[in-house]
Structures are given as structure tokens and as C-alpha cells.
């Protein structure tokens, strides 16, 4: 599975994707992470600054980023080929791998587990990620000519960029993909899980007070734990 990231920061992603669990589903190569720079695709000479974006119609504070960098990029991003309609009716590449752009919006549908399982049944998802105002609306007019588009929001809150959002979208998605966790099971949401976890020692000891765990975890009767663990 491909991920694909249209972001101006390329370092401010990596950093988190080659870390931990996601770090080693990429070396074992359950997964791989690409990124696709939008200042790549505007003309200029070499080491010059590239500028993407401009002032907003109608005015406003702050500035847009352009259409056309952004579209140019997420072609790249999906092999430079334009998608054809096969007979399932999806949308793919001609190389037939089935391919989805996220964007991200603040106010719009908030991404669940249910949709991280969703994504993780294409072979490449491009994450784009927008910065300053936003981009320009016509880039996602054009985007959904090349591949399904699927406009999601990460929280409530509205972030600086889209890198955020798209790295707990790659995170959530990853963490589903066989063998990445180990077993199936050590996805929470798929089994009975609580908020509040445990671990050795039983008891802790801080400034004179003792912290214990809590009983039932220790009886080893797994239907009062799976009880307990349901009303947490």
C-alpha cells in the first residue's frame, strides 16, 4: 500500500513516519511513503524560490494556495496517467491499482475508524495538504476528474497545515494493515478495550500514598474483565 503525501514540508512528516510502528511497516514494506512537493511543478530556475500561492479573490487575510501546483503534483503522485472507469464502476489507474485523494476541510465529515478501514482497502491514497488560507477550491474540481475524492476533517480544531490531519490518517490506517501490530487483535477498536490501562508493579508507592491496580484485572476471570472494561 502506497501513501502518497502533497505537502511543502516534506520534514516535518518524516520525521513521525519513520519512527516507531509506522517507521517499521515501512522498512518491512507493508507500507511505502511518498511525498510530492507542489513547488516542484511551478516554473522557475534551479535553487530559486517557487512561489504557490497568492492573494485571495474578493480579499482577506493570508494567501491561497494555487490550483494547478497542487493538481500537478497529485497527477504525479498517481504515475503522471489519467484514471479510466473499469467495469466495477471504481476508478482506477491503468497500471490497475485503485486509487483515492484525501483532502482536508475543517467542518466537514469527521474521519472515524470506519473510514480508516475504507482507505485501507486502496492501493494508493494521496493525502493533499493544504497551508496558509487554503487552496484554491478549482484544485479538487480537477482532482476528482483523475480519482474518488473523499474531503475529511481530524478534530475540531483547525491546524496550521494538513500534515497533522494526514499523518493520523496514515497512522490509523497503517495500524490496520495485516501483520503491522502483530495480531488483529491488538487493534482496540476491535476488540474490547477500556481507556484505562495497567501495568507491573501492582502497587505504586508516591508521596506516601499507594496506587493499586484494580482488582478485577488481576482475577484473571475474563467476563468481569470484559464487564469492567465495557463501563470505563
Known amino acids: 500500500m502506497k501513501f502518497h503525501l502533497v505537502t511543502l514540508f516534506e520534514e516535518a512528516c518524516d ?9 517499521r511497516a515501512r522498512k518491512e514494506k507493508k507500507i511505502s511513503v511518498k511525498y510530492q ?4 511543478f511551478v516554473a522557475g530556475k534551479a535553487g530559486s524560490y517557487k512561489k504557490v500561492d497568492d492573494r485571495p479573490y474578493g480579499g482577506g487575510p493570508g494567501m491561497v494556495m494555487q490550483a494547478l501546483p497542487v493538481v500537478k503534483a497529485v497527477e504525479k503522485a498517481l504515475g503522471g496517467e489519467t484514471p479510466k472507469l473499469i467495469m466495477s464502476g471504481r476508478r482506477t489507474s ?17 474521519f472515524t475508524n470506519k473510514d480508516a478501514d475504507a482507505l485501507a482497502k486502496f492501493d494508493d491514497v494521496v493525502l493533499v495538504c493544504g497551508r496558509y488560507e487554503g487552496i484554491d477550491e478549482r484544485a479538487k474540481k ?19 497545515g494538513g500534515e ?15 501483520g503491522v501490530l502483530g495480531k488483529d487483535a491488538s487493534v482496540e477498536e476491535r476488540r474490547i478495550a477500556s481507556r484505562a490501562v495497567y501495568t507491573r508493579p501492582e ?9 493499586r491496580v484494580p482488582k478485577v484485572l488481576q482475577t ?11 463501563n470505563r
Do not use: C, M
Not at 480537477?142 to 496550521?160: M, S
Not at 502497587?203 to 499507594?210: D, E, F, V
Open 203 to 211: 502497587t505504586i508507592l508516591y508521596k506516601g500514598k499507594k496506587y
Open 15 to 23: 520525521a513521525y513516519l519513520s519512527a516507531s510502528i509506522i517507521g
Open 220 to 230: 484473571g476471570h475474563h467476563a468481569k474483565i470484559d464487564e469492567w472494561r465495557e
Open 94 to 110: 491503468r497500471h490497475g491499482r485503485k486509487a483515492v485523494i484525501v483532502w482536508f476541510k475543517p467542518g466537514v465529515k469527521q
Open 37 to 40: 512537493n507542489p513547488r516542484d
Open 164 to 178: 497533522v490531519p494526514a499523518l493520523a490518517v496514515v497512522d490509523a490506517v497503517t495500524r490496520r494493515l495485516p
Open 142 to 160: 480537477i482532482l476528482k476528474t483523475l480519482a474518488p475524492v473523499k474531503e475529511f476533517a481530524v478534530g475540531e480544531a483547525v491546524y496550521t
